[in-house]
Nanobody, 116 residues
Framework: QVQLVESGGGLVQAGGSLRLSCAASGGVFDINTMGWYRQAPGKQRELVATVTSGGSTNYADSVKGRFTISRDNAKNAAYLQMDSLKPEDTAVYYC??????????WGQGTQVTVSS
């Protein structure tokens, strides 16, 4: 059974930084894309950033230049370094993986709160 476990969320002041981690386990060996999404209260879940197994990255315009996604293929892990955080970055952040067989898996989410 595939499981994604996120960690690293918390409360930070505007301008601060946080680093989120996502670890996949449960016998998944063919992860293609790993990504981070977020959902703020009353809003739809939105893409934050993705990274492929080859290292290609994609970012939402709202986080370009502030957030950096990375991954460790050997550990089936993905990371999101978030700098220059803004109150509008407050949301629950979810990790997602997509396998080569196009199976999608989600983590349980981690809360990020940025105070002004």
């Amino acid at each position: 059974q595939v499981q994604l476990v996120e960690s690293g969320g918390g409360l930070v002041q505007a301008g601060g930084s946080l680093r989120l981690s996502c670890a996949a386990s449960g016998g998944v060996f063919d992860i293609n894309t790993m990504g981070w999404y977020r959902q703020a209260p009353g809003k739809q879940r939105e893409l934050v950033a993705t990274v492929t197994s080859g290292g290609s990255t994609n970012y939402a315009d709202s986080v370009k230049g502030r957030f950096t996604i990375s991954r460790d293929n050997a550990k089936n892990a993905a990371y999101l370094q978030m700098d220059s955080l803004k109150p509008e970055d407050t949301a629950v952040y979810y990790c997602q993986i997509i396998t080569l067989r196009l199976l999608h898996f989600w983590g349980q989410g981690t809360q990020v709160t940025v105070s002004s």
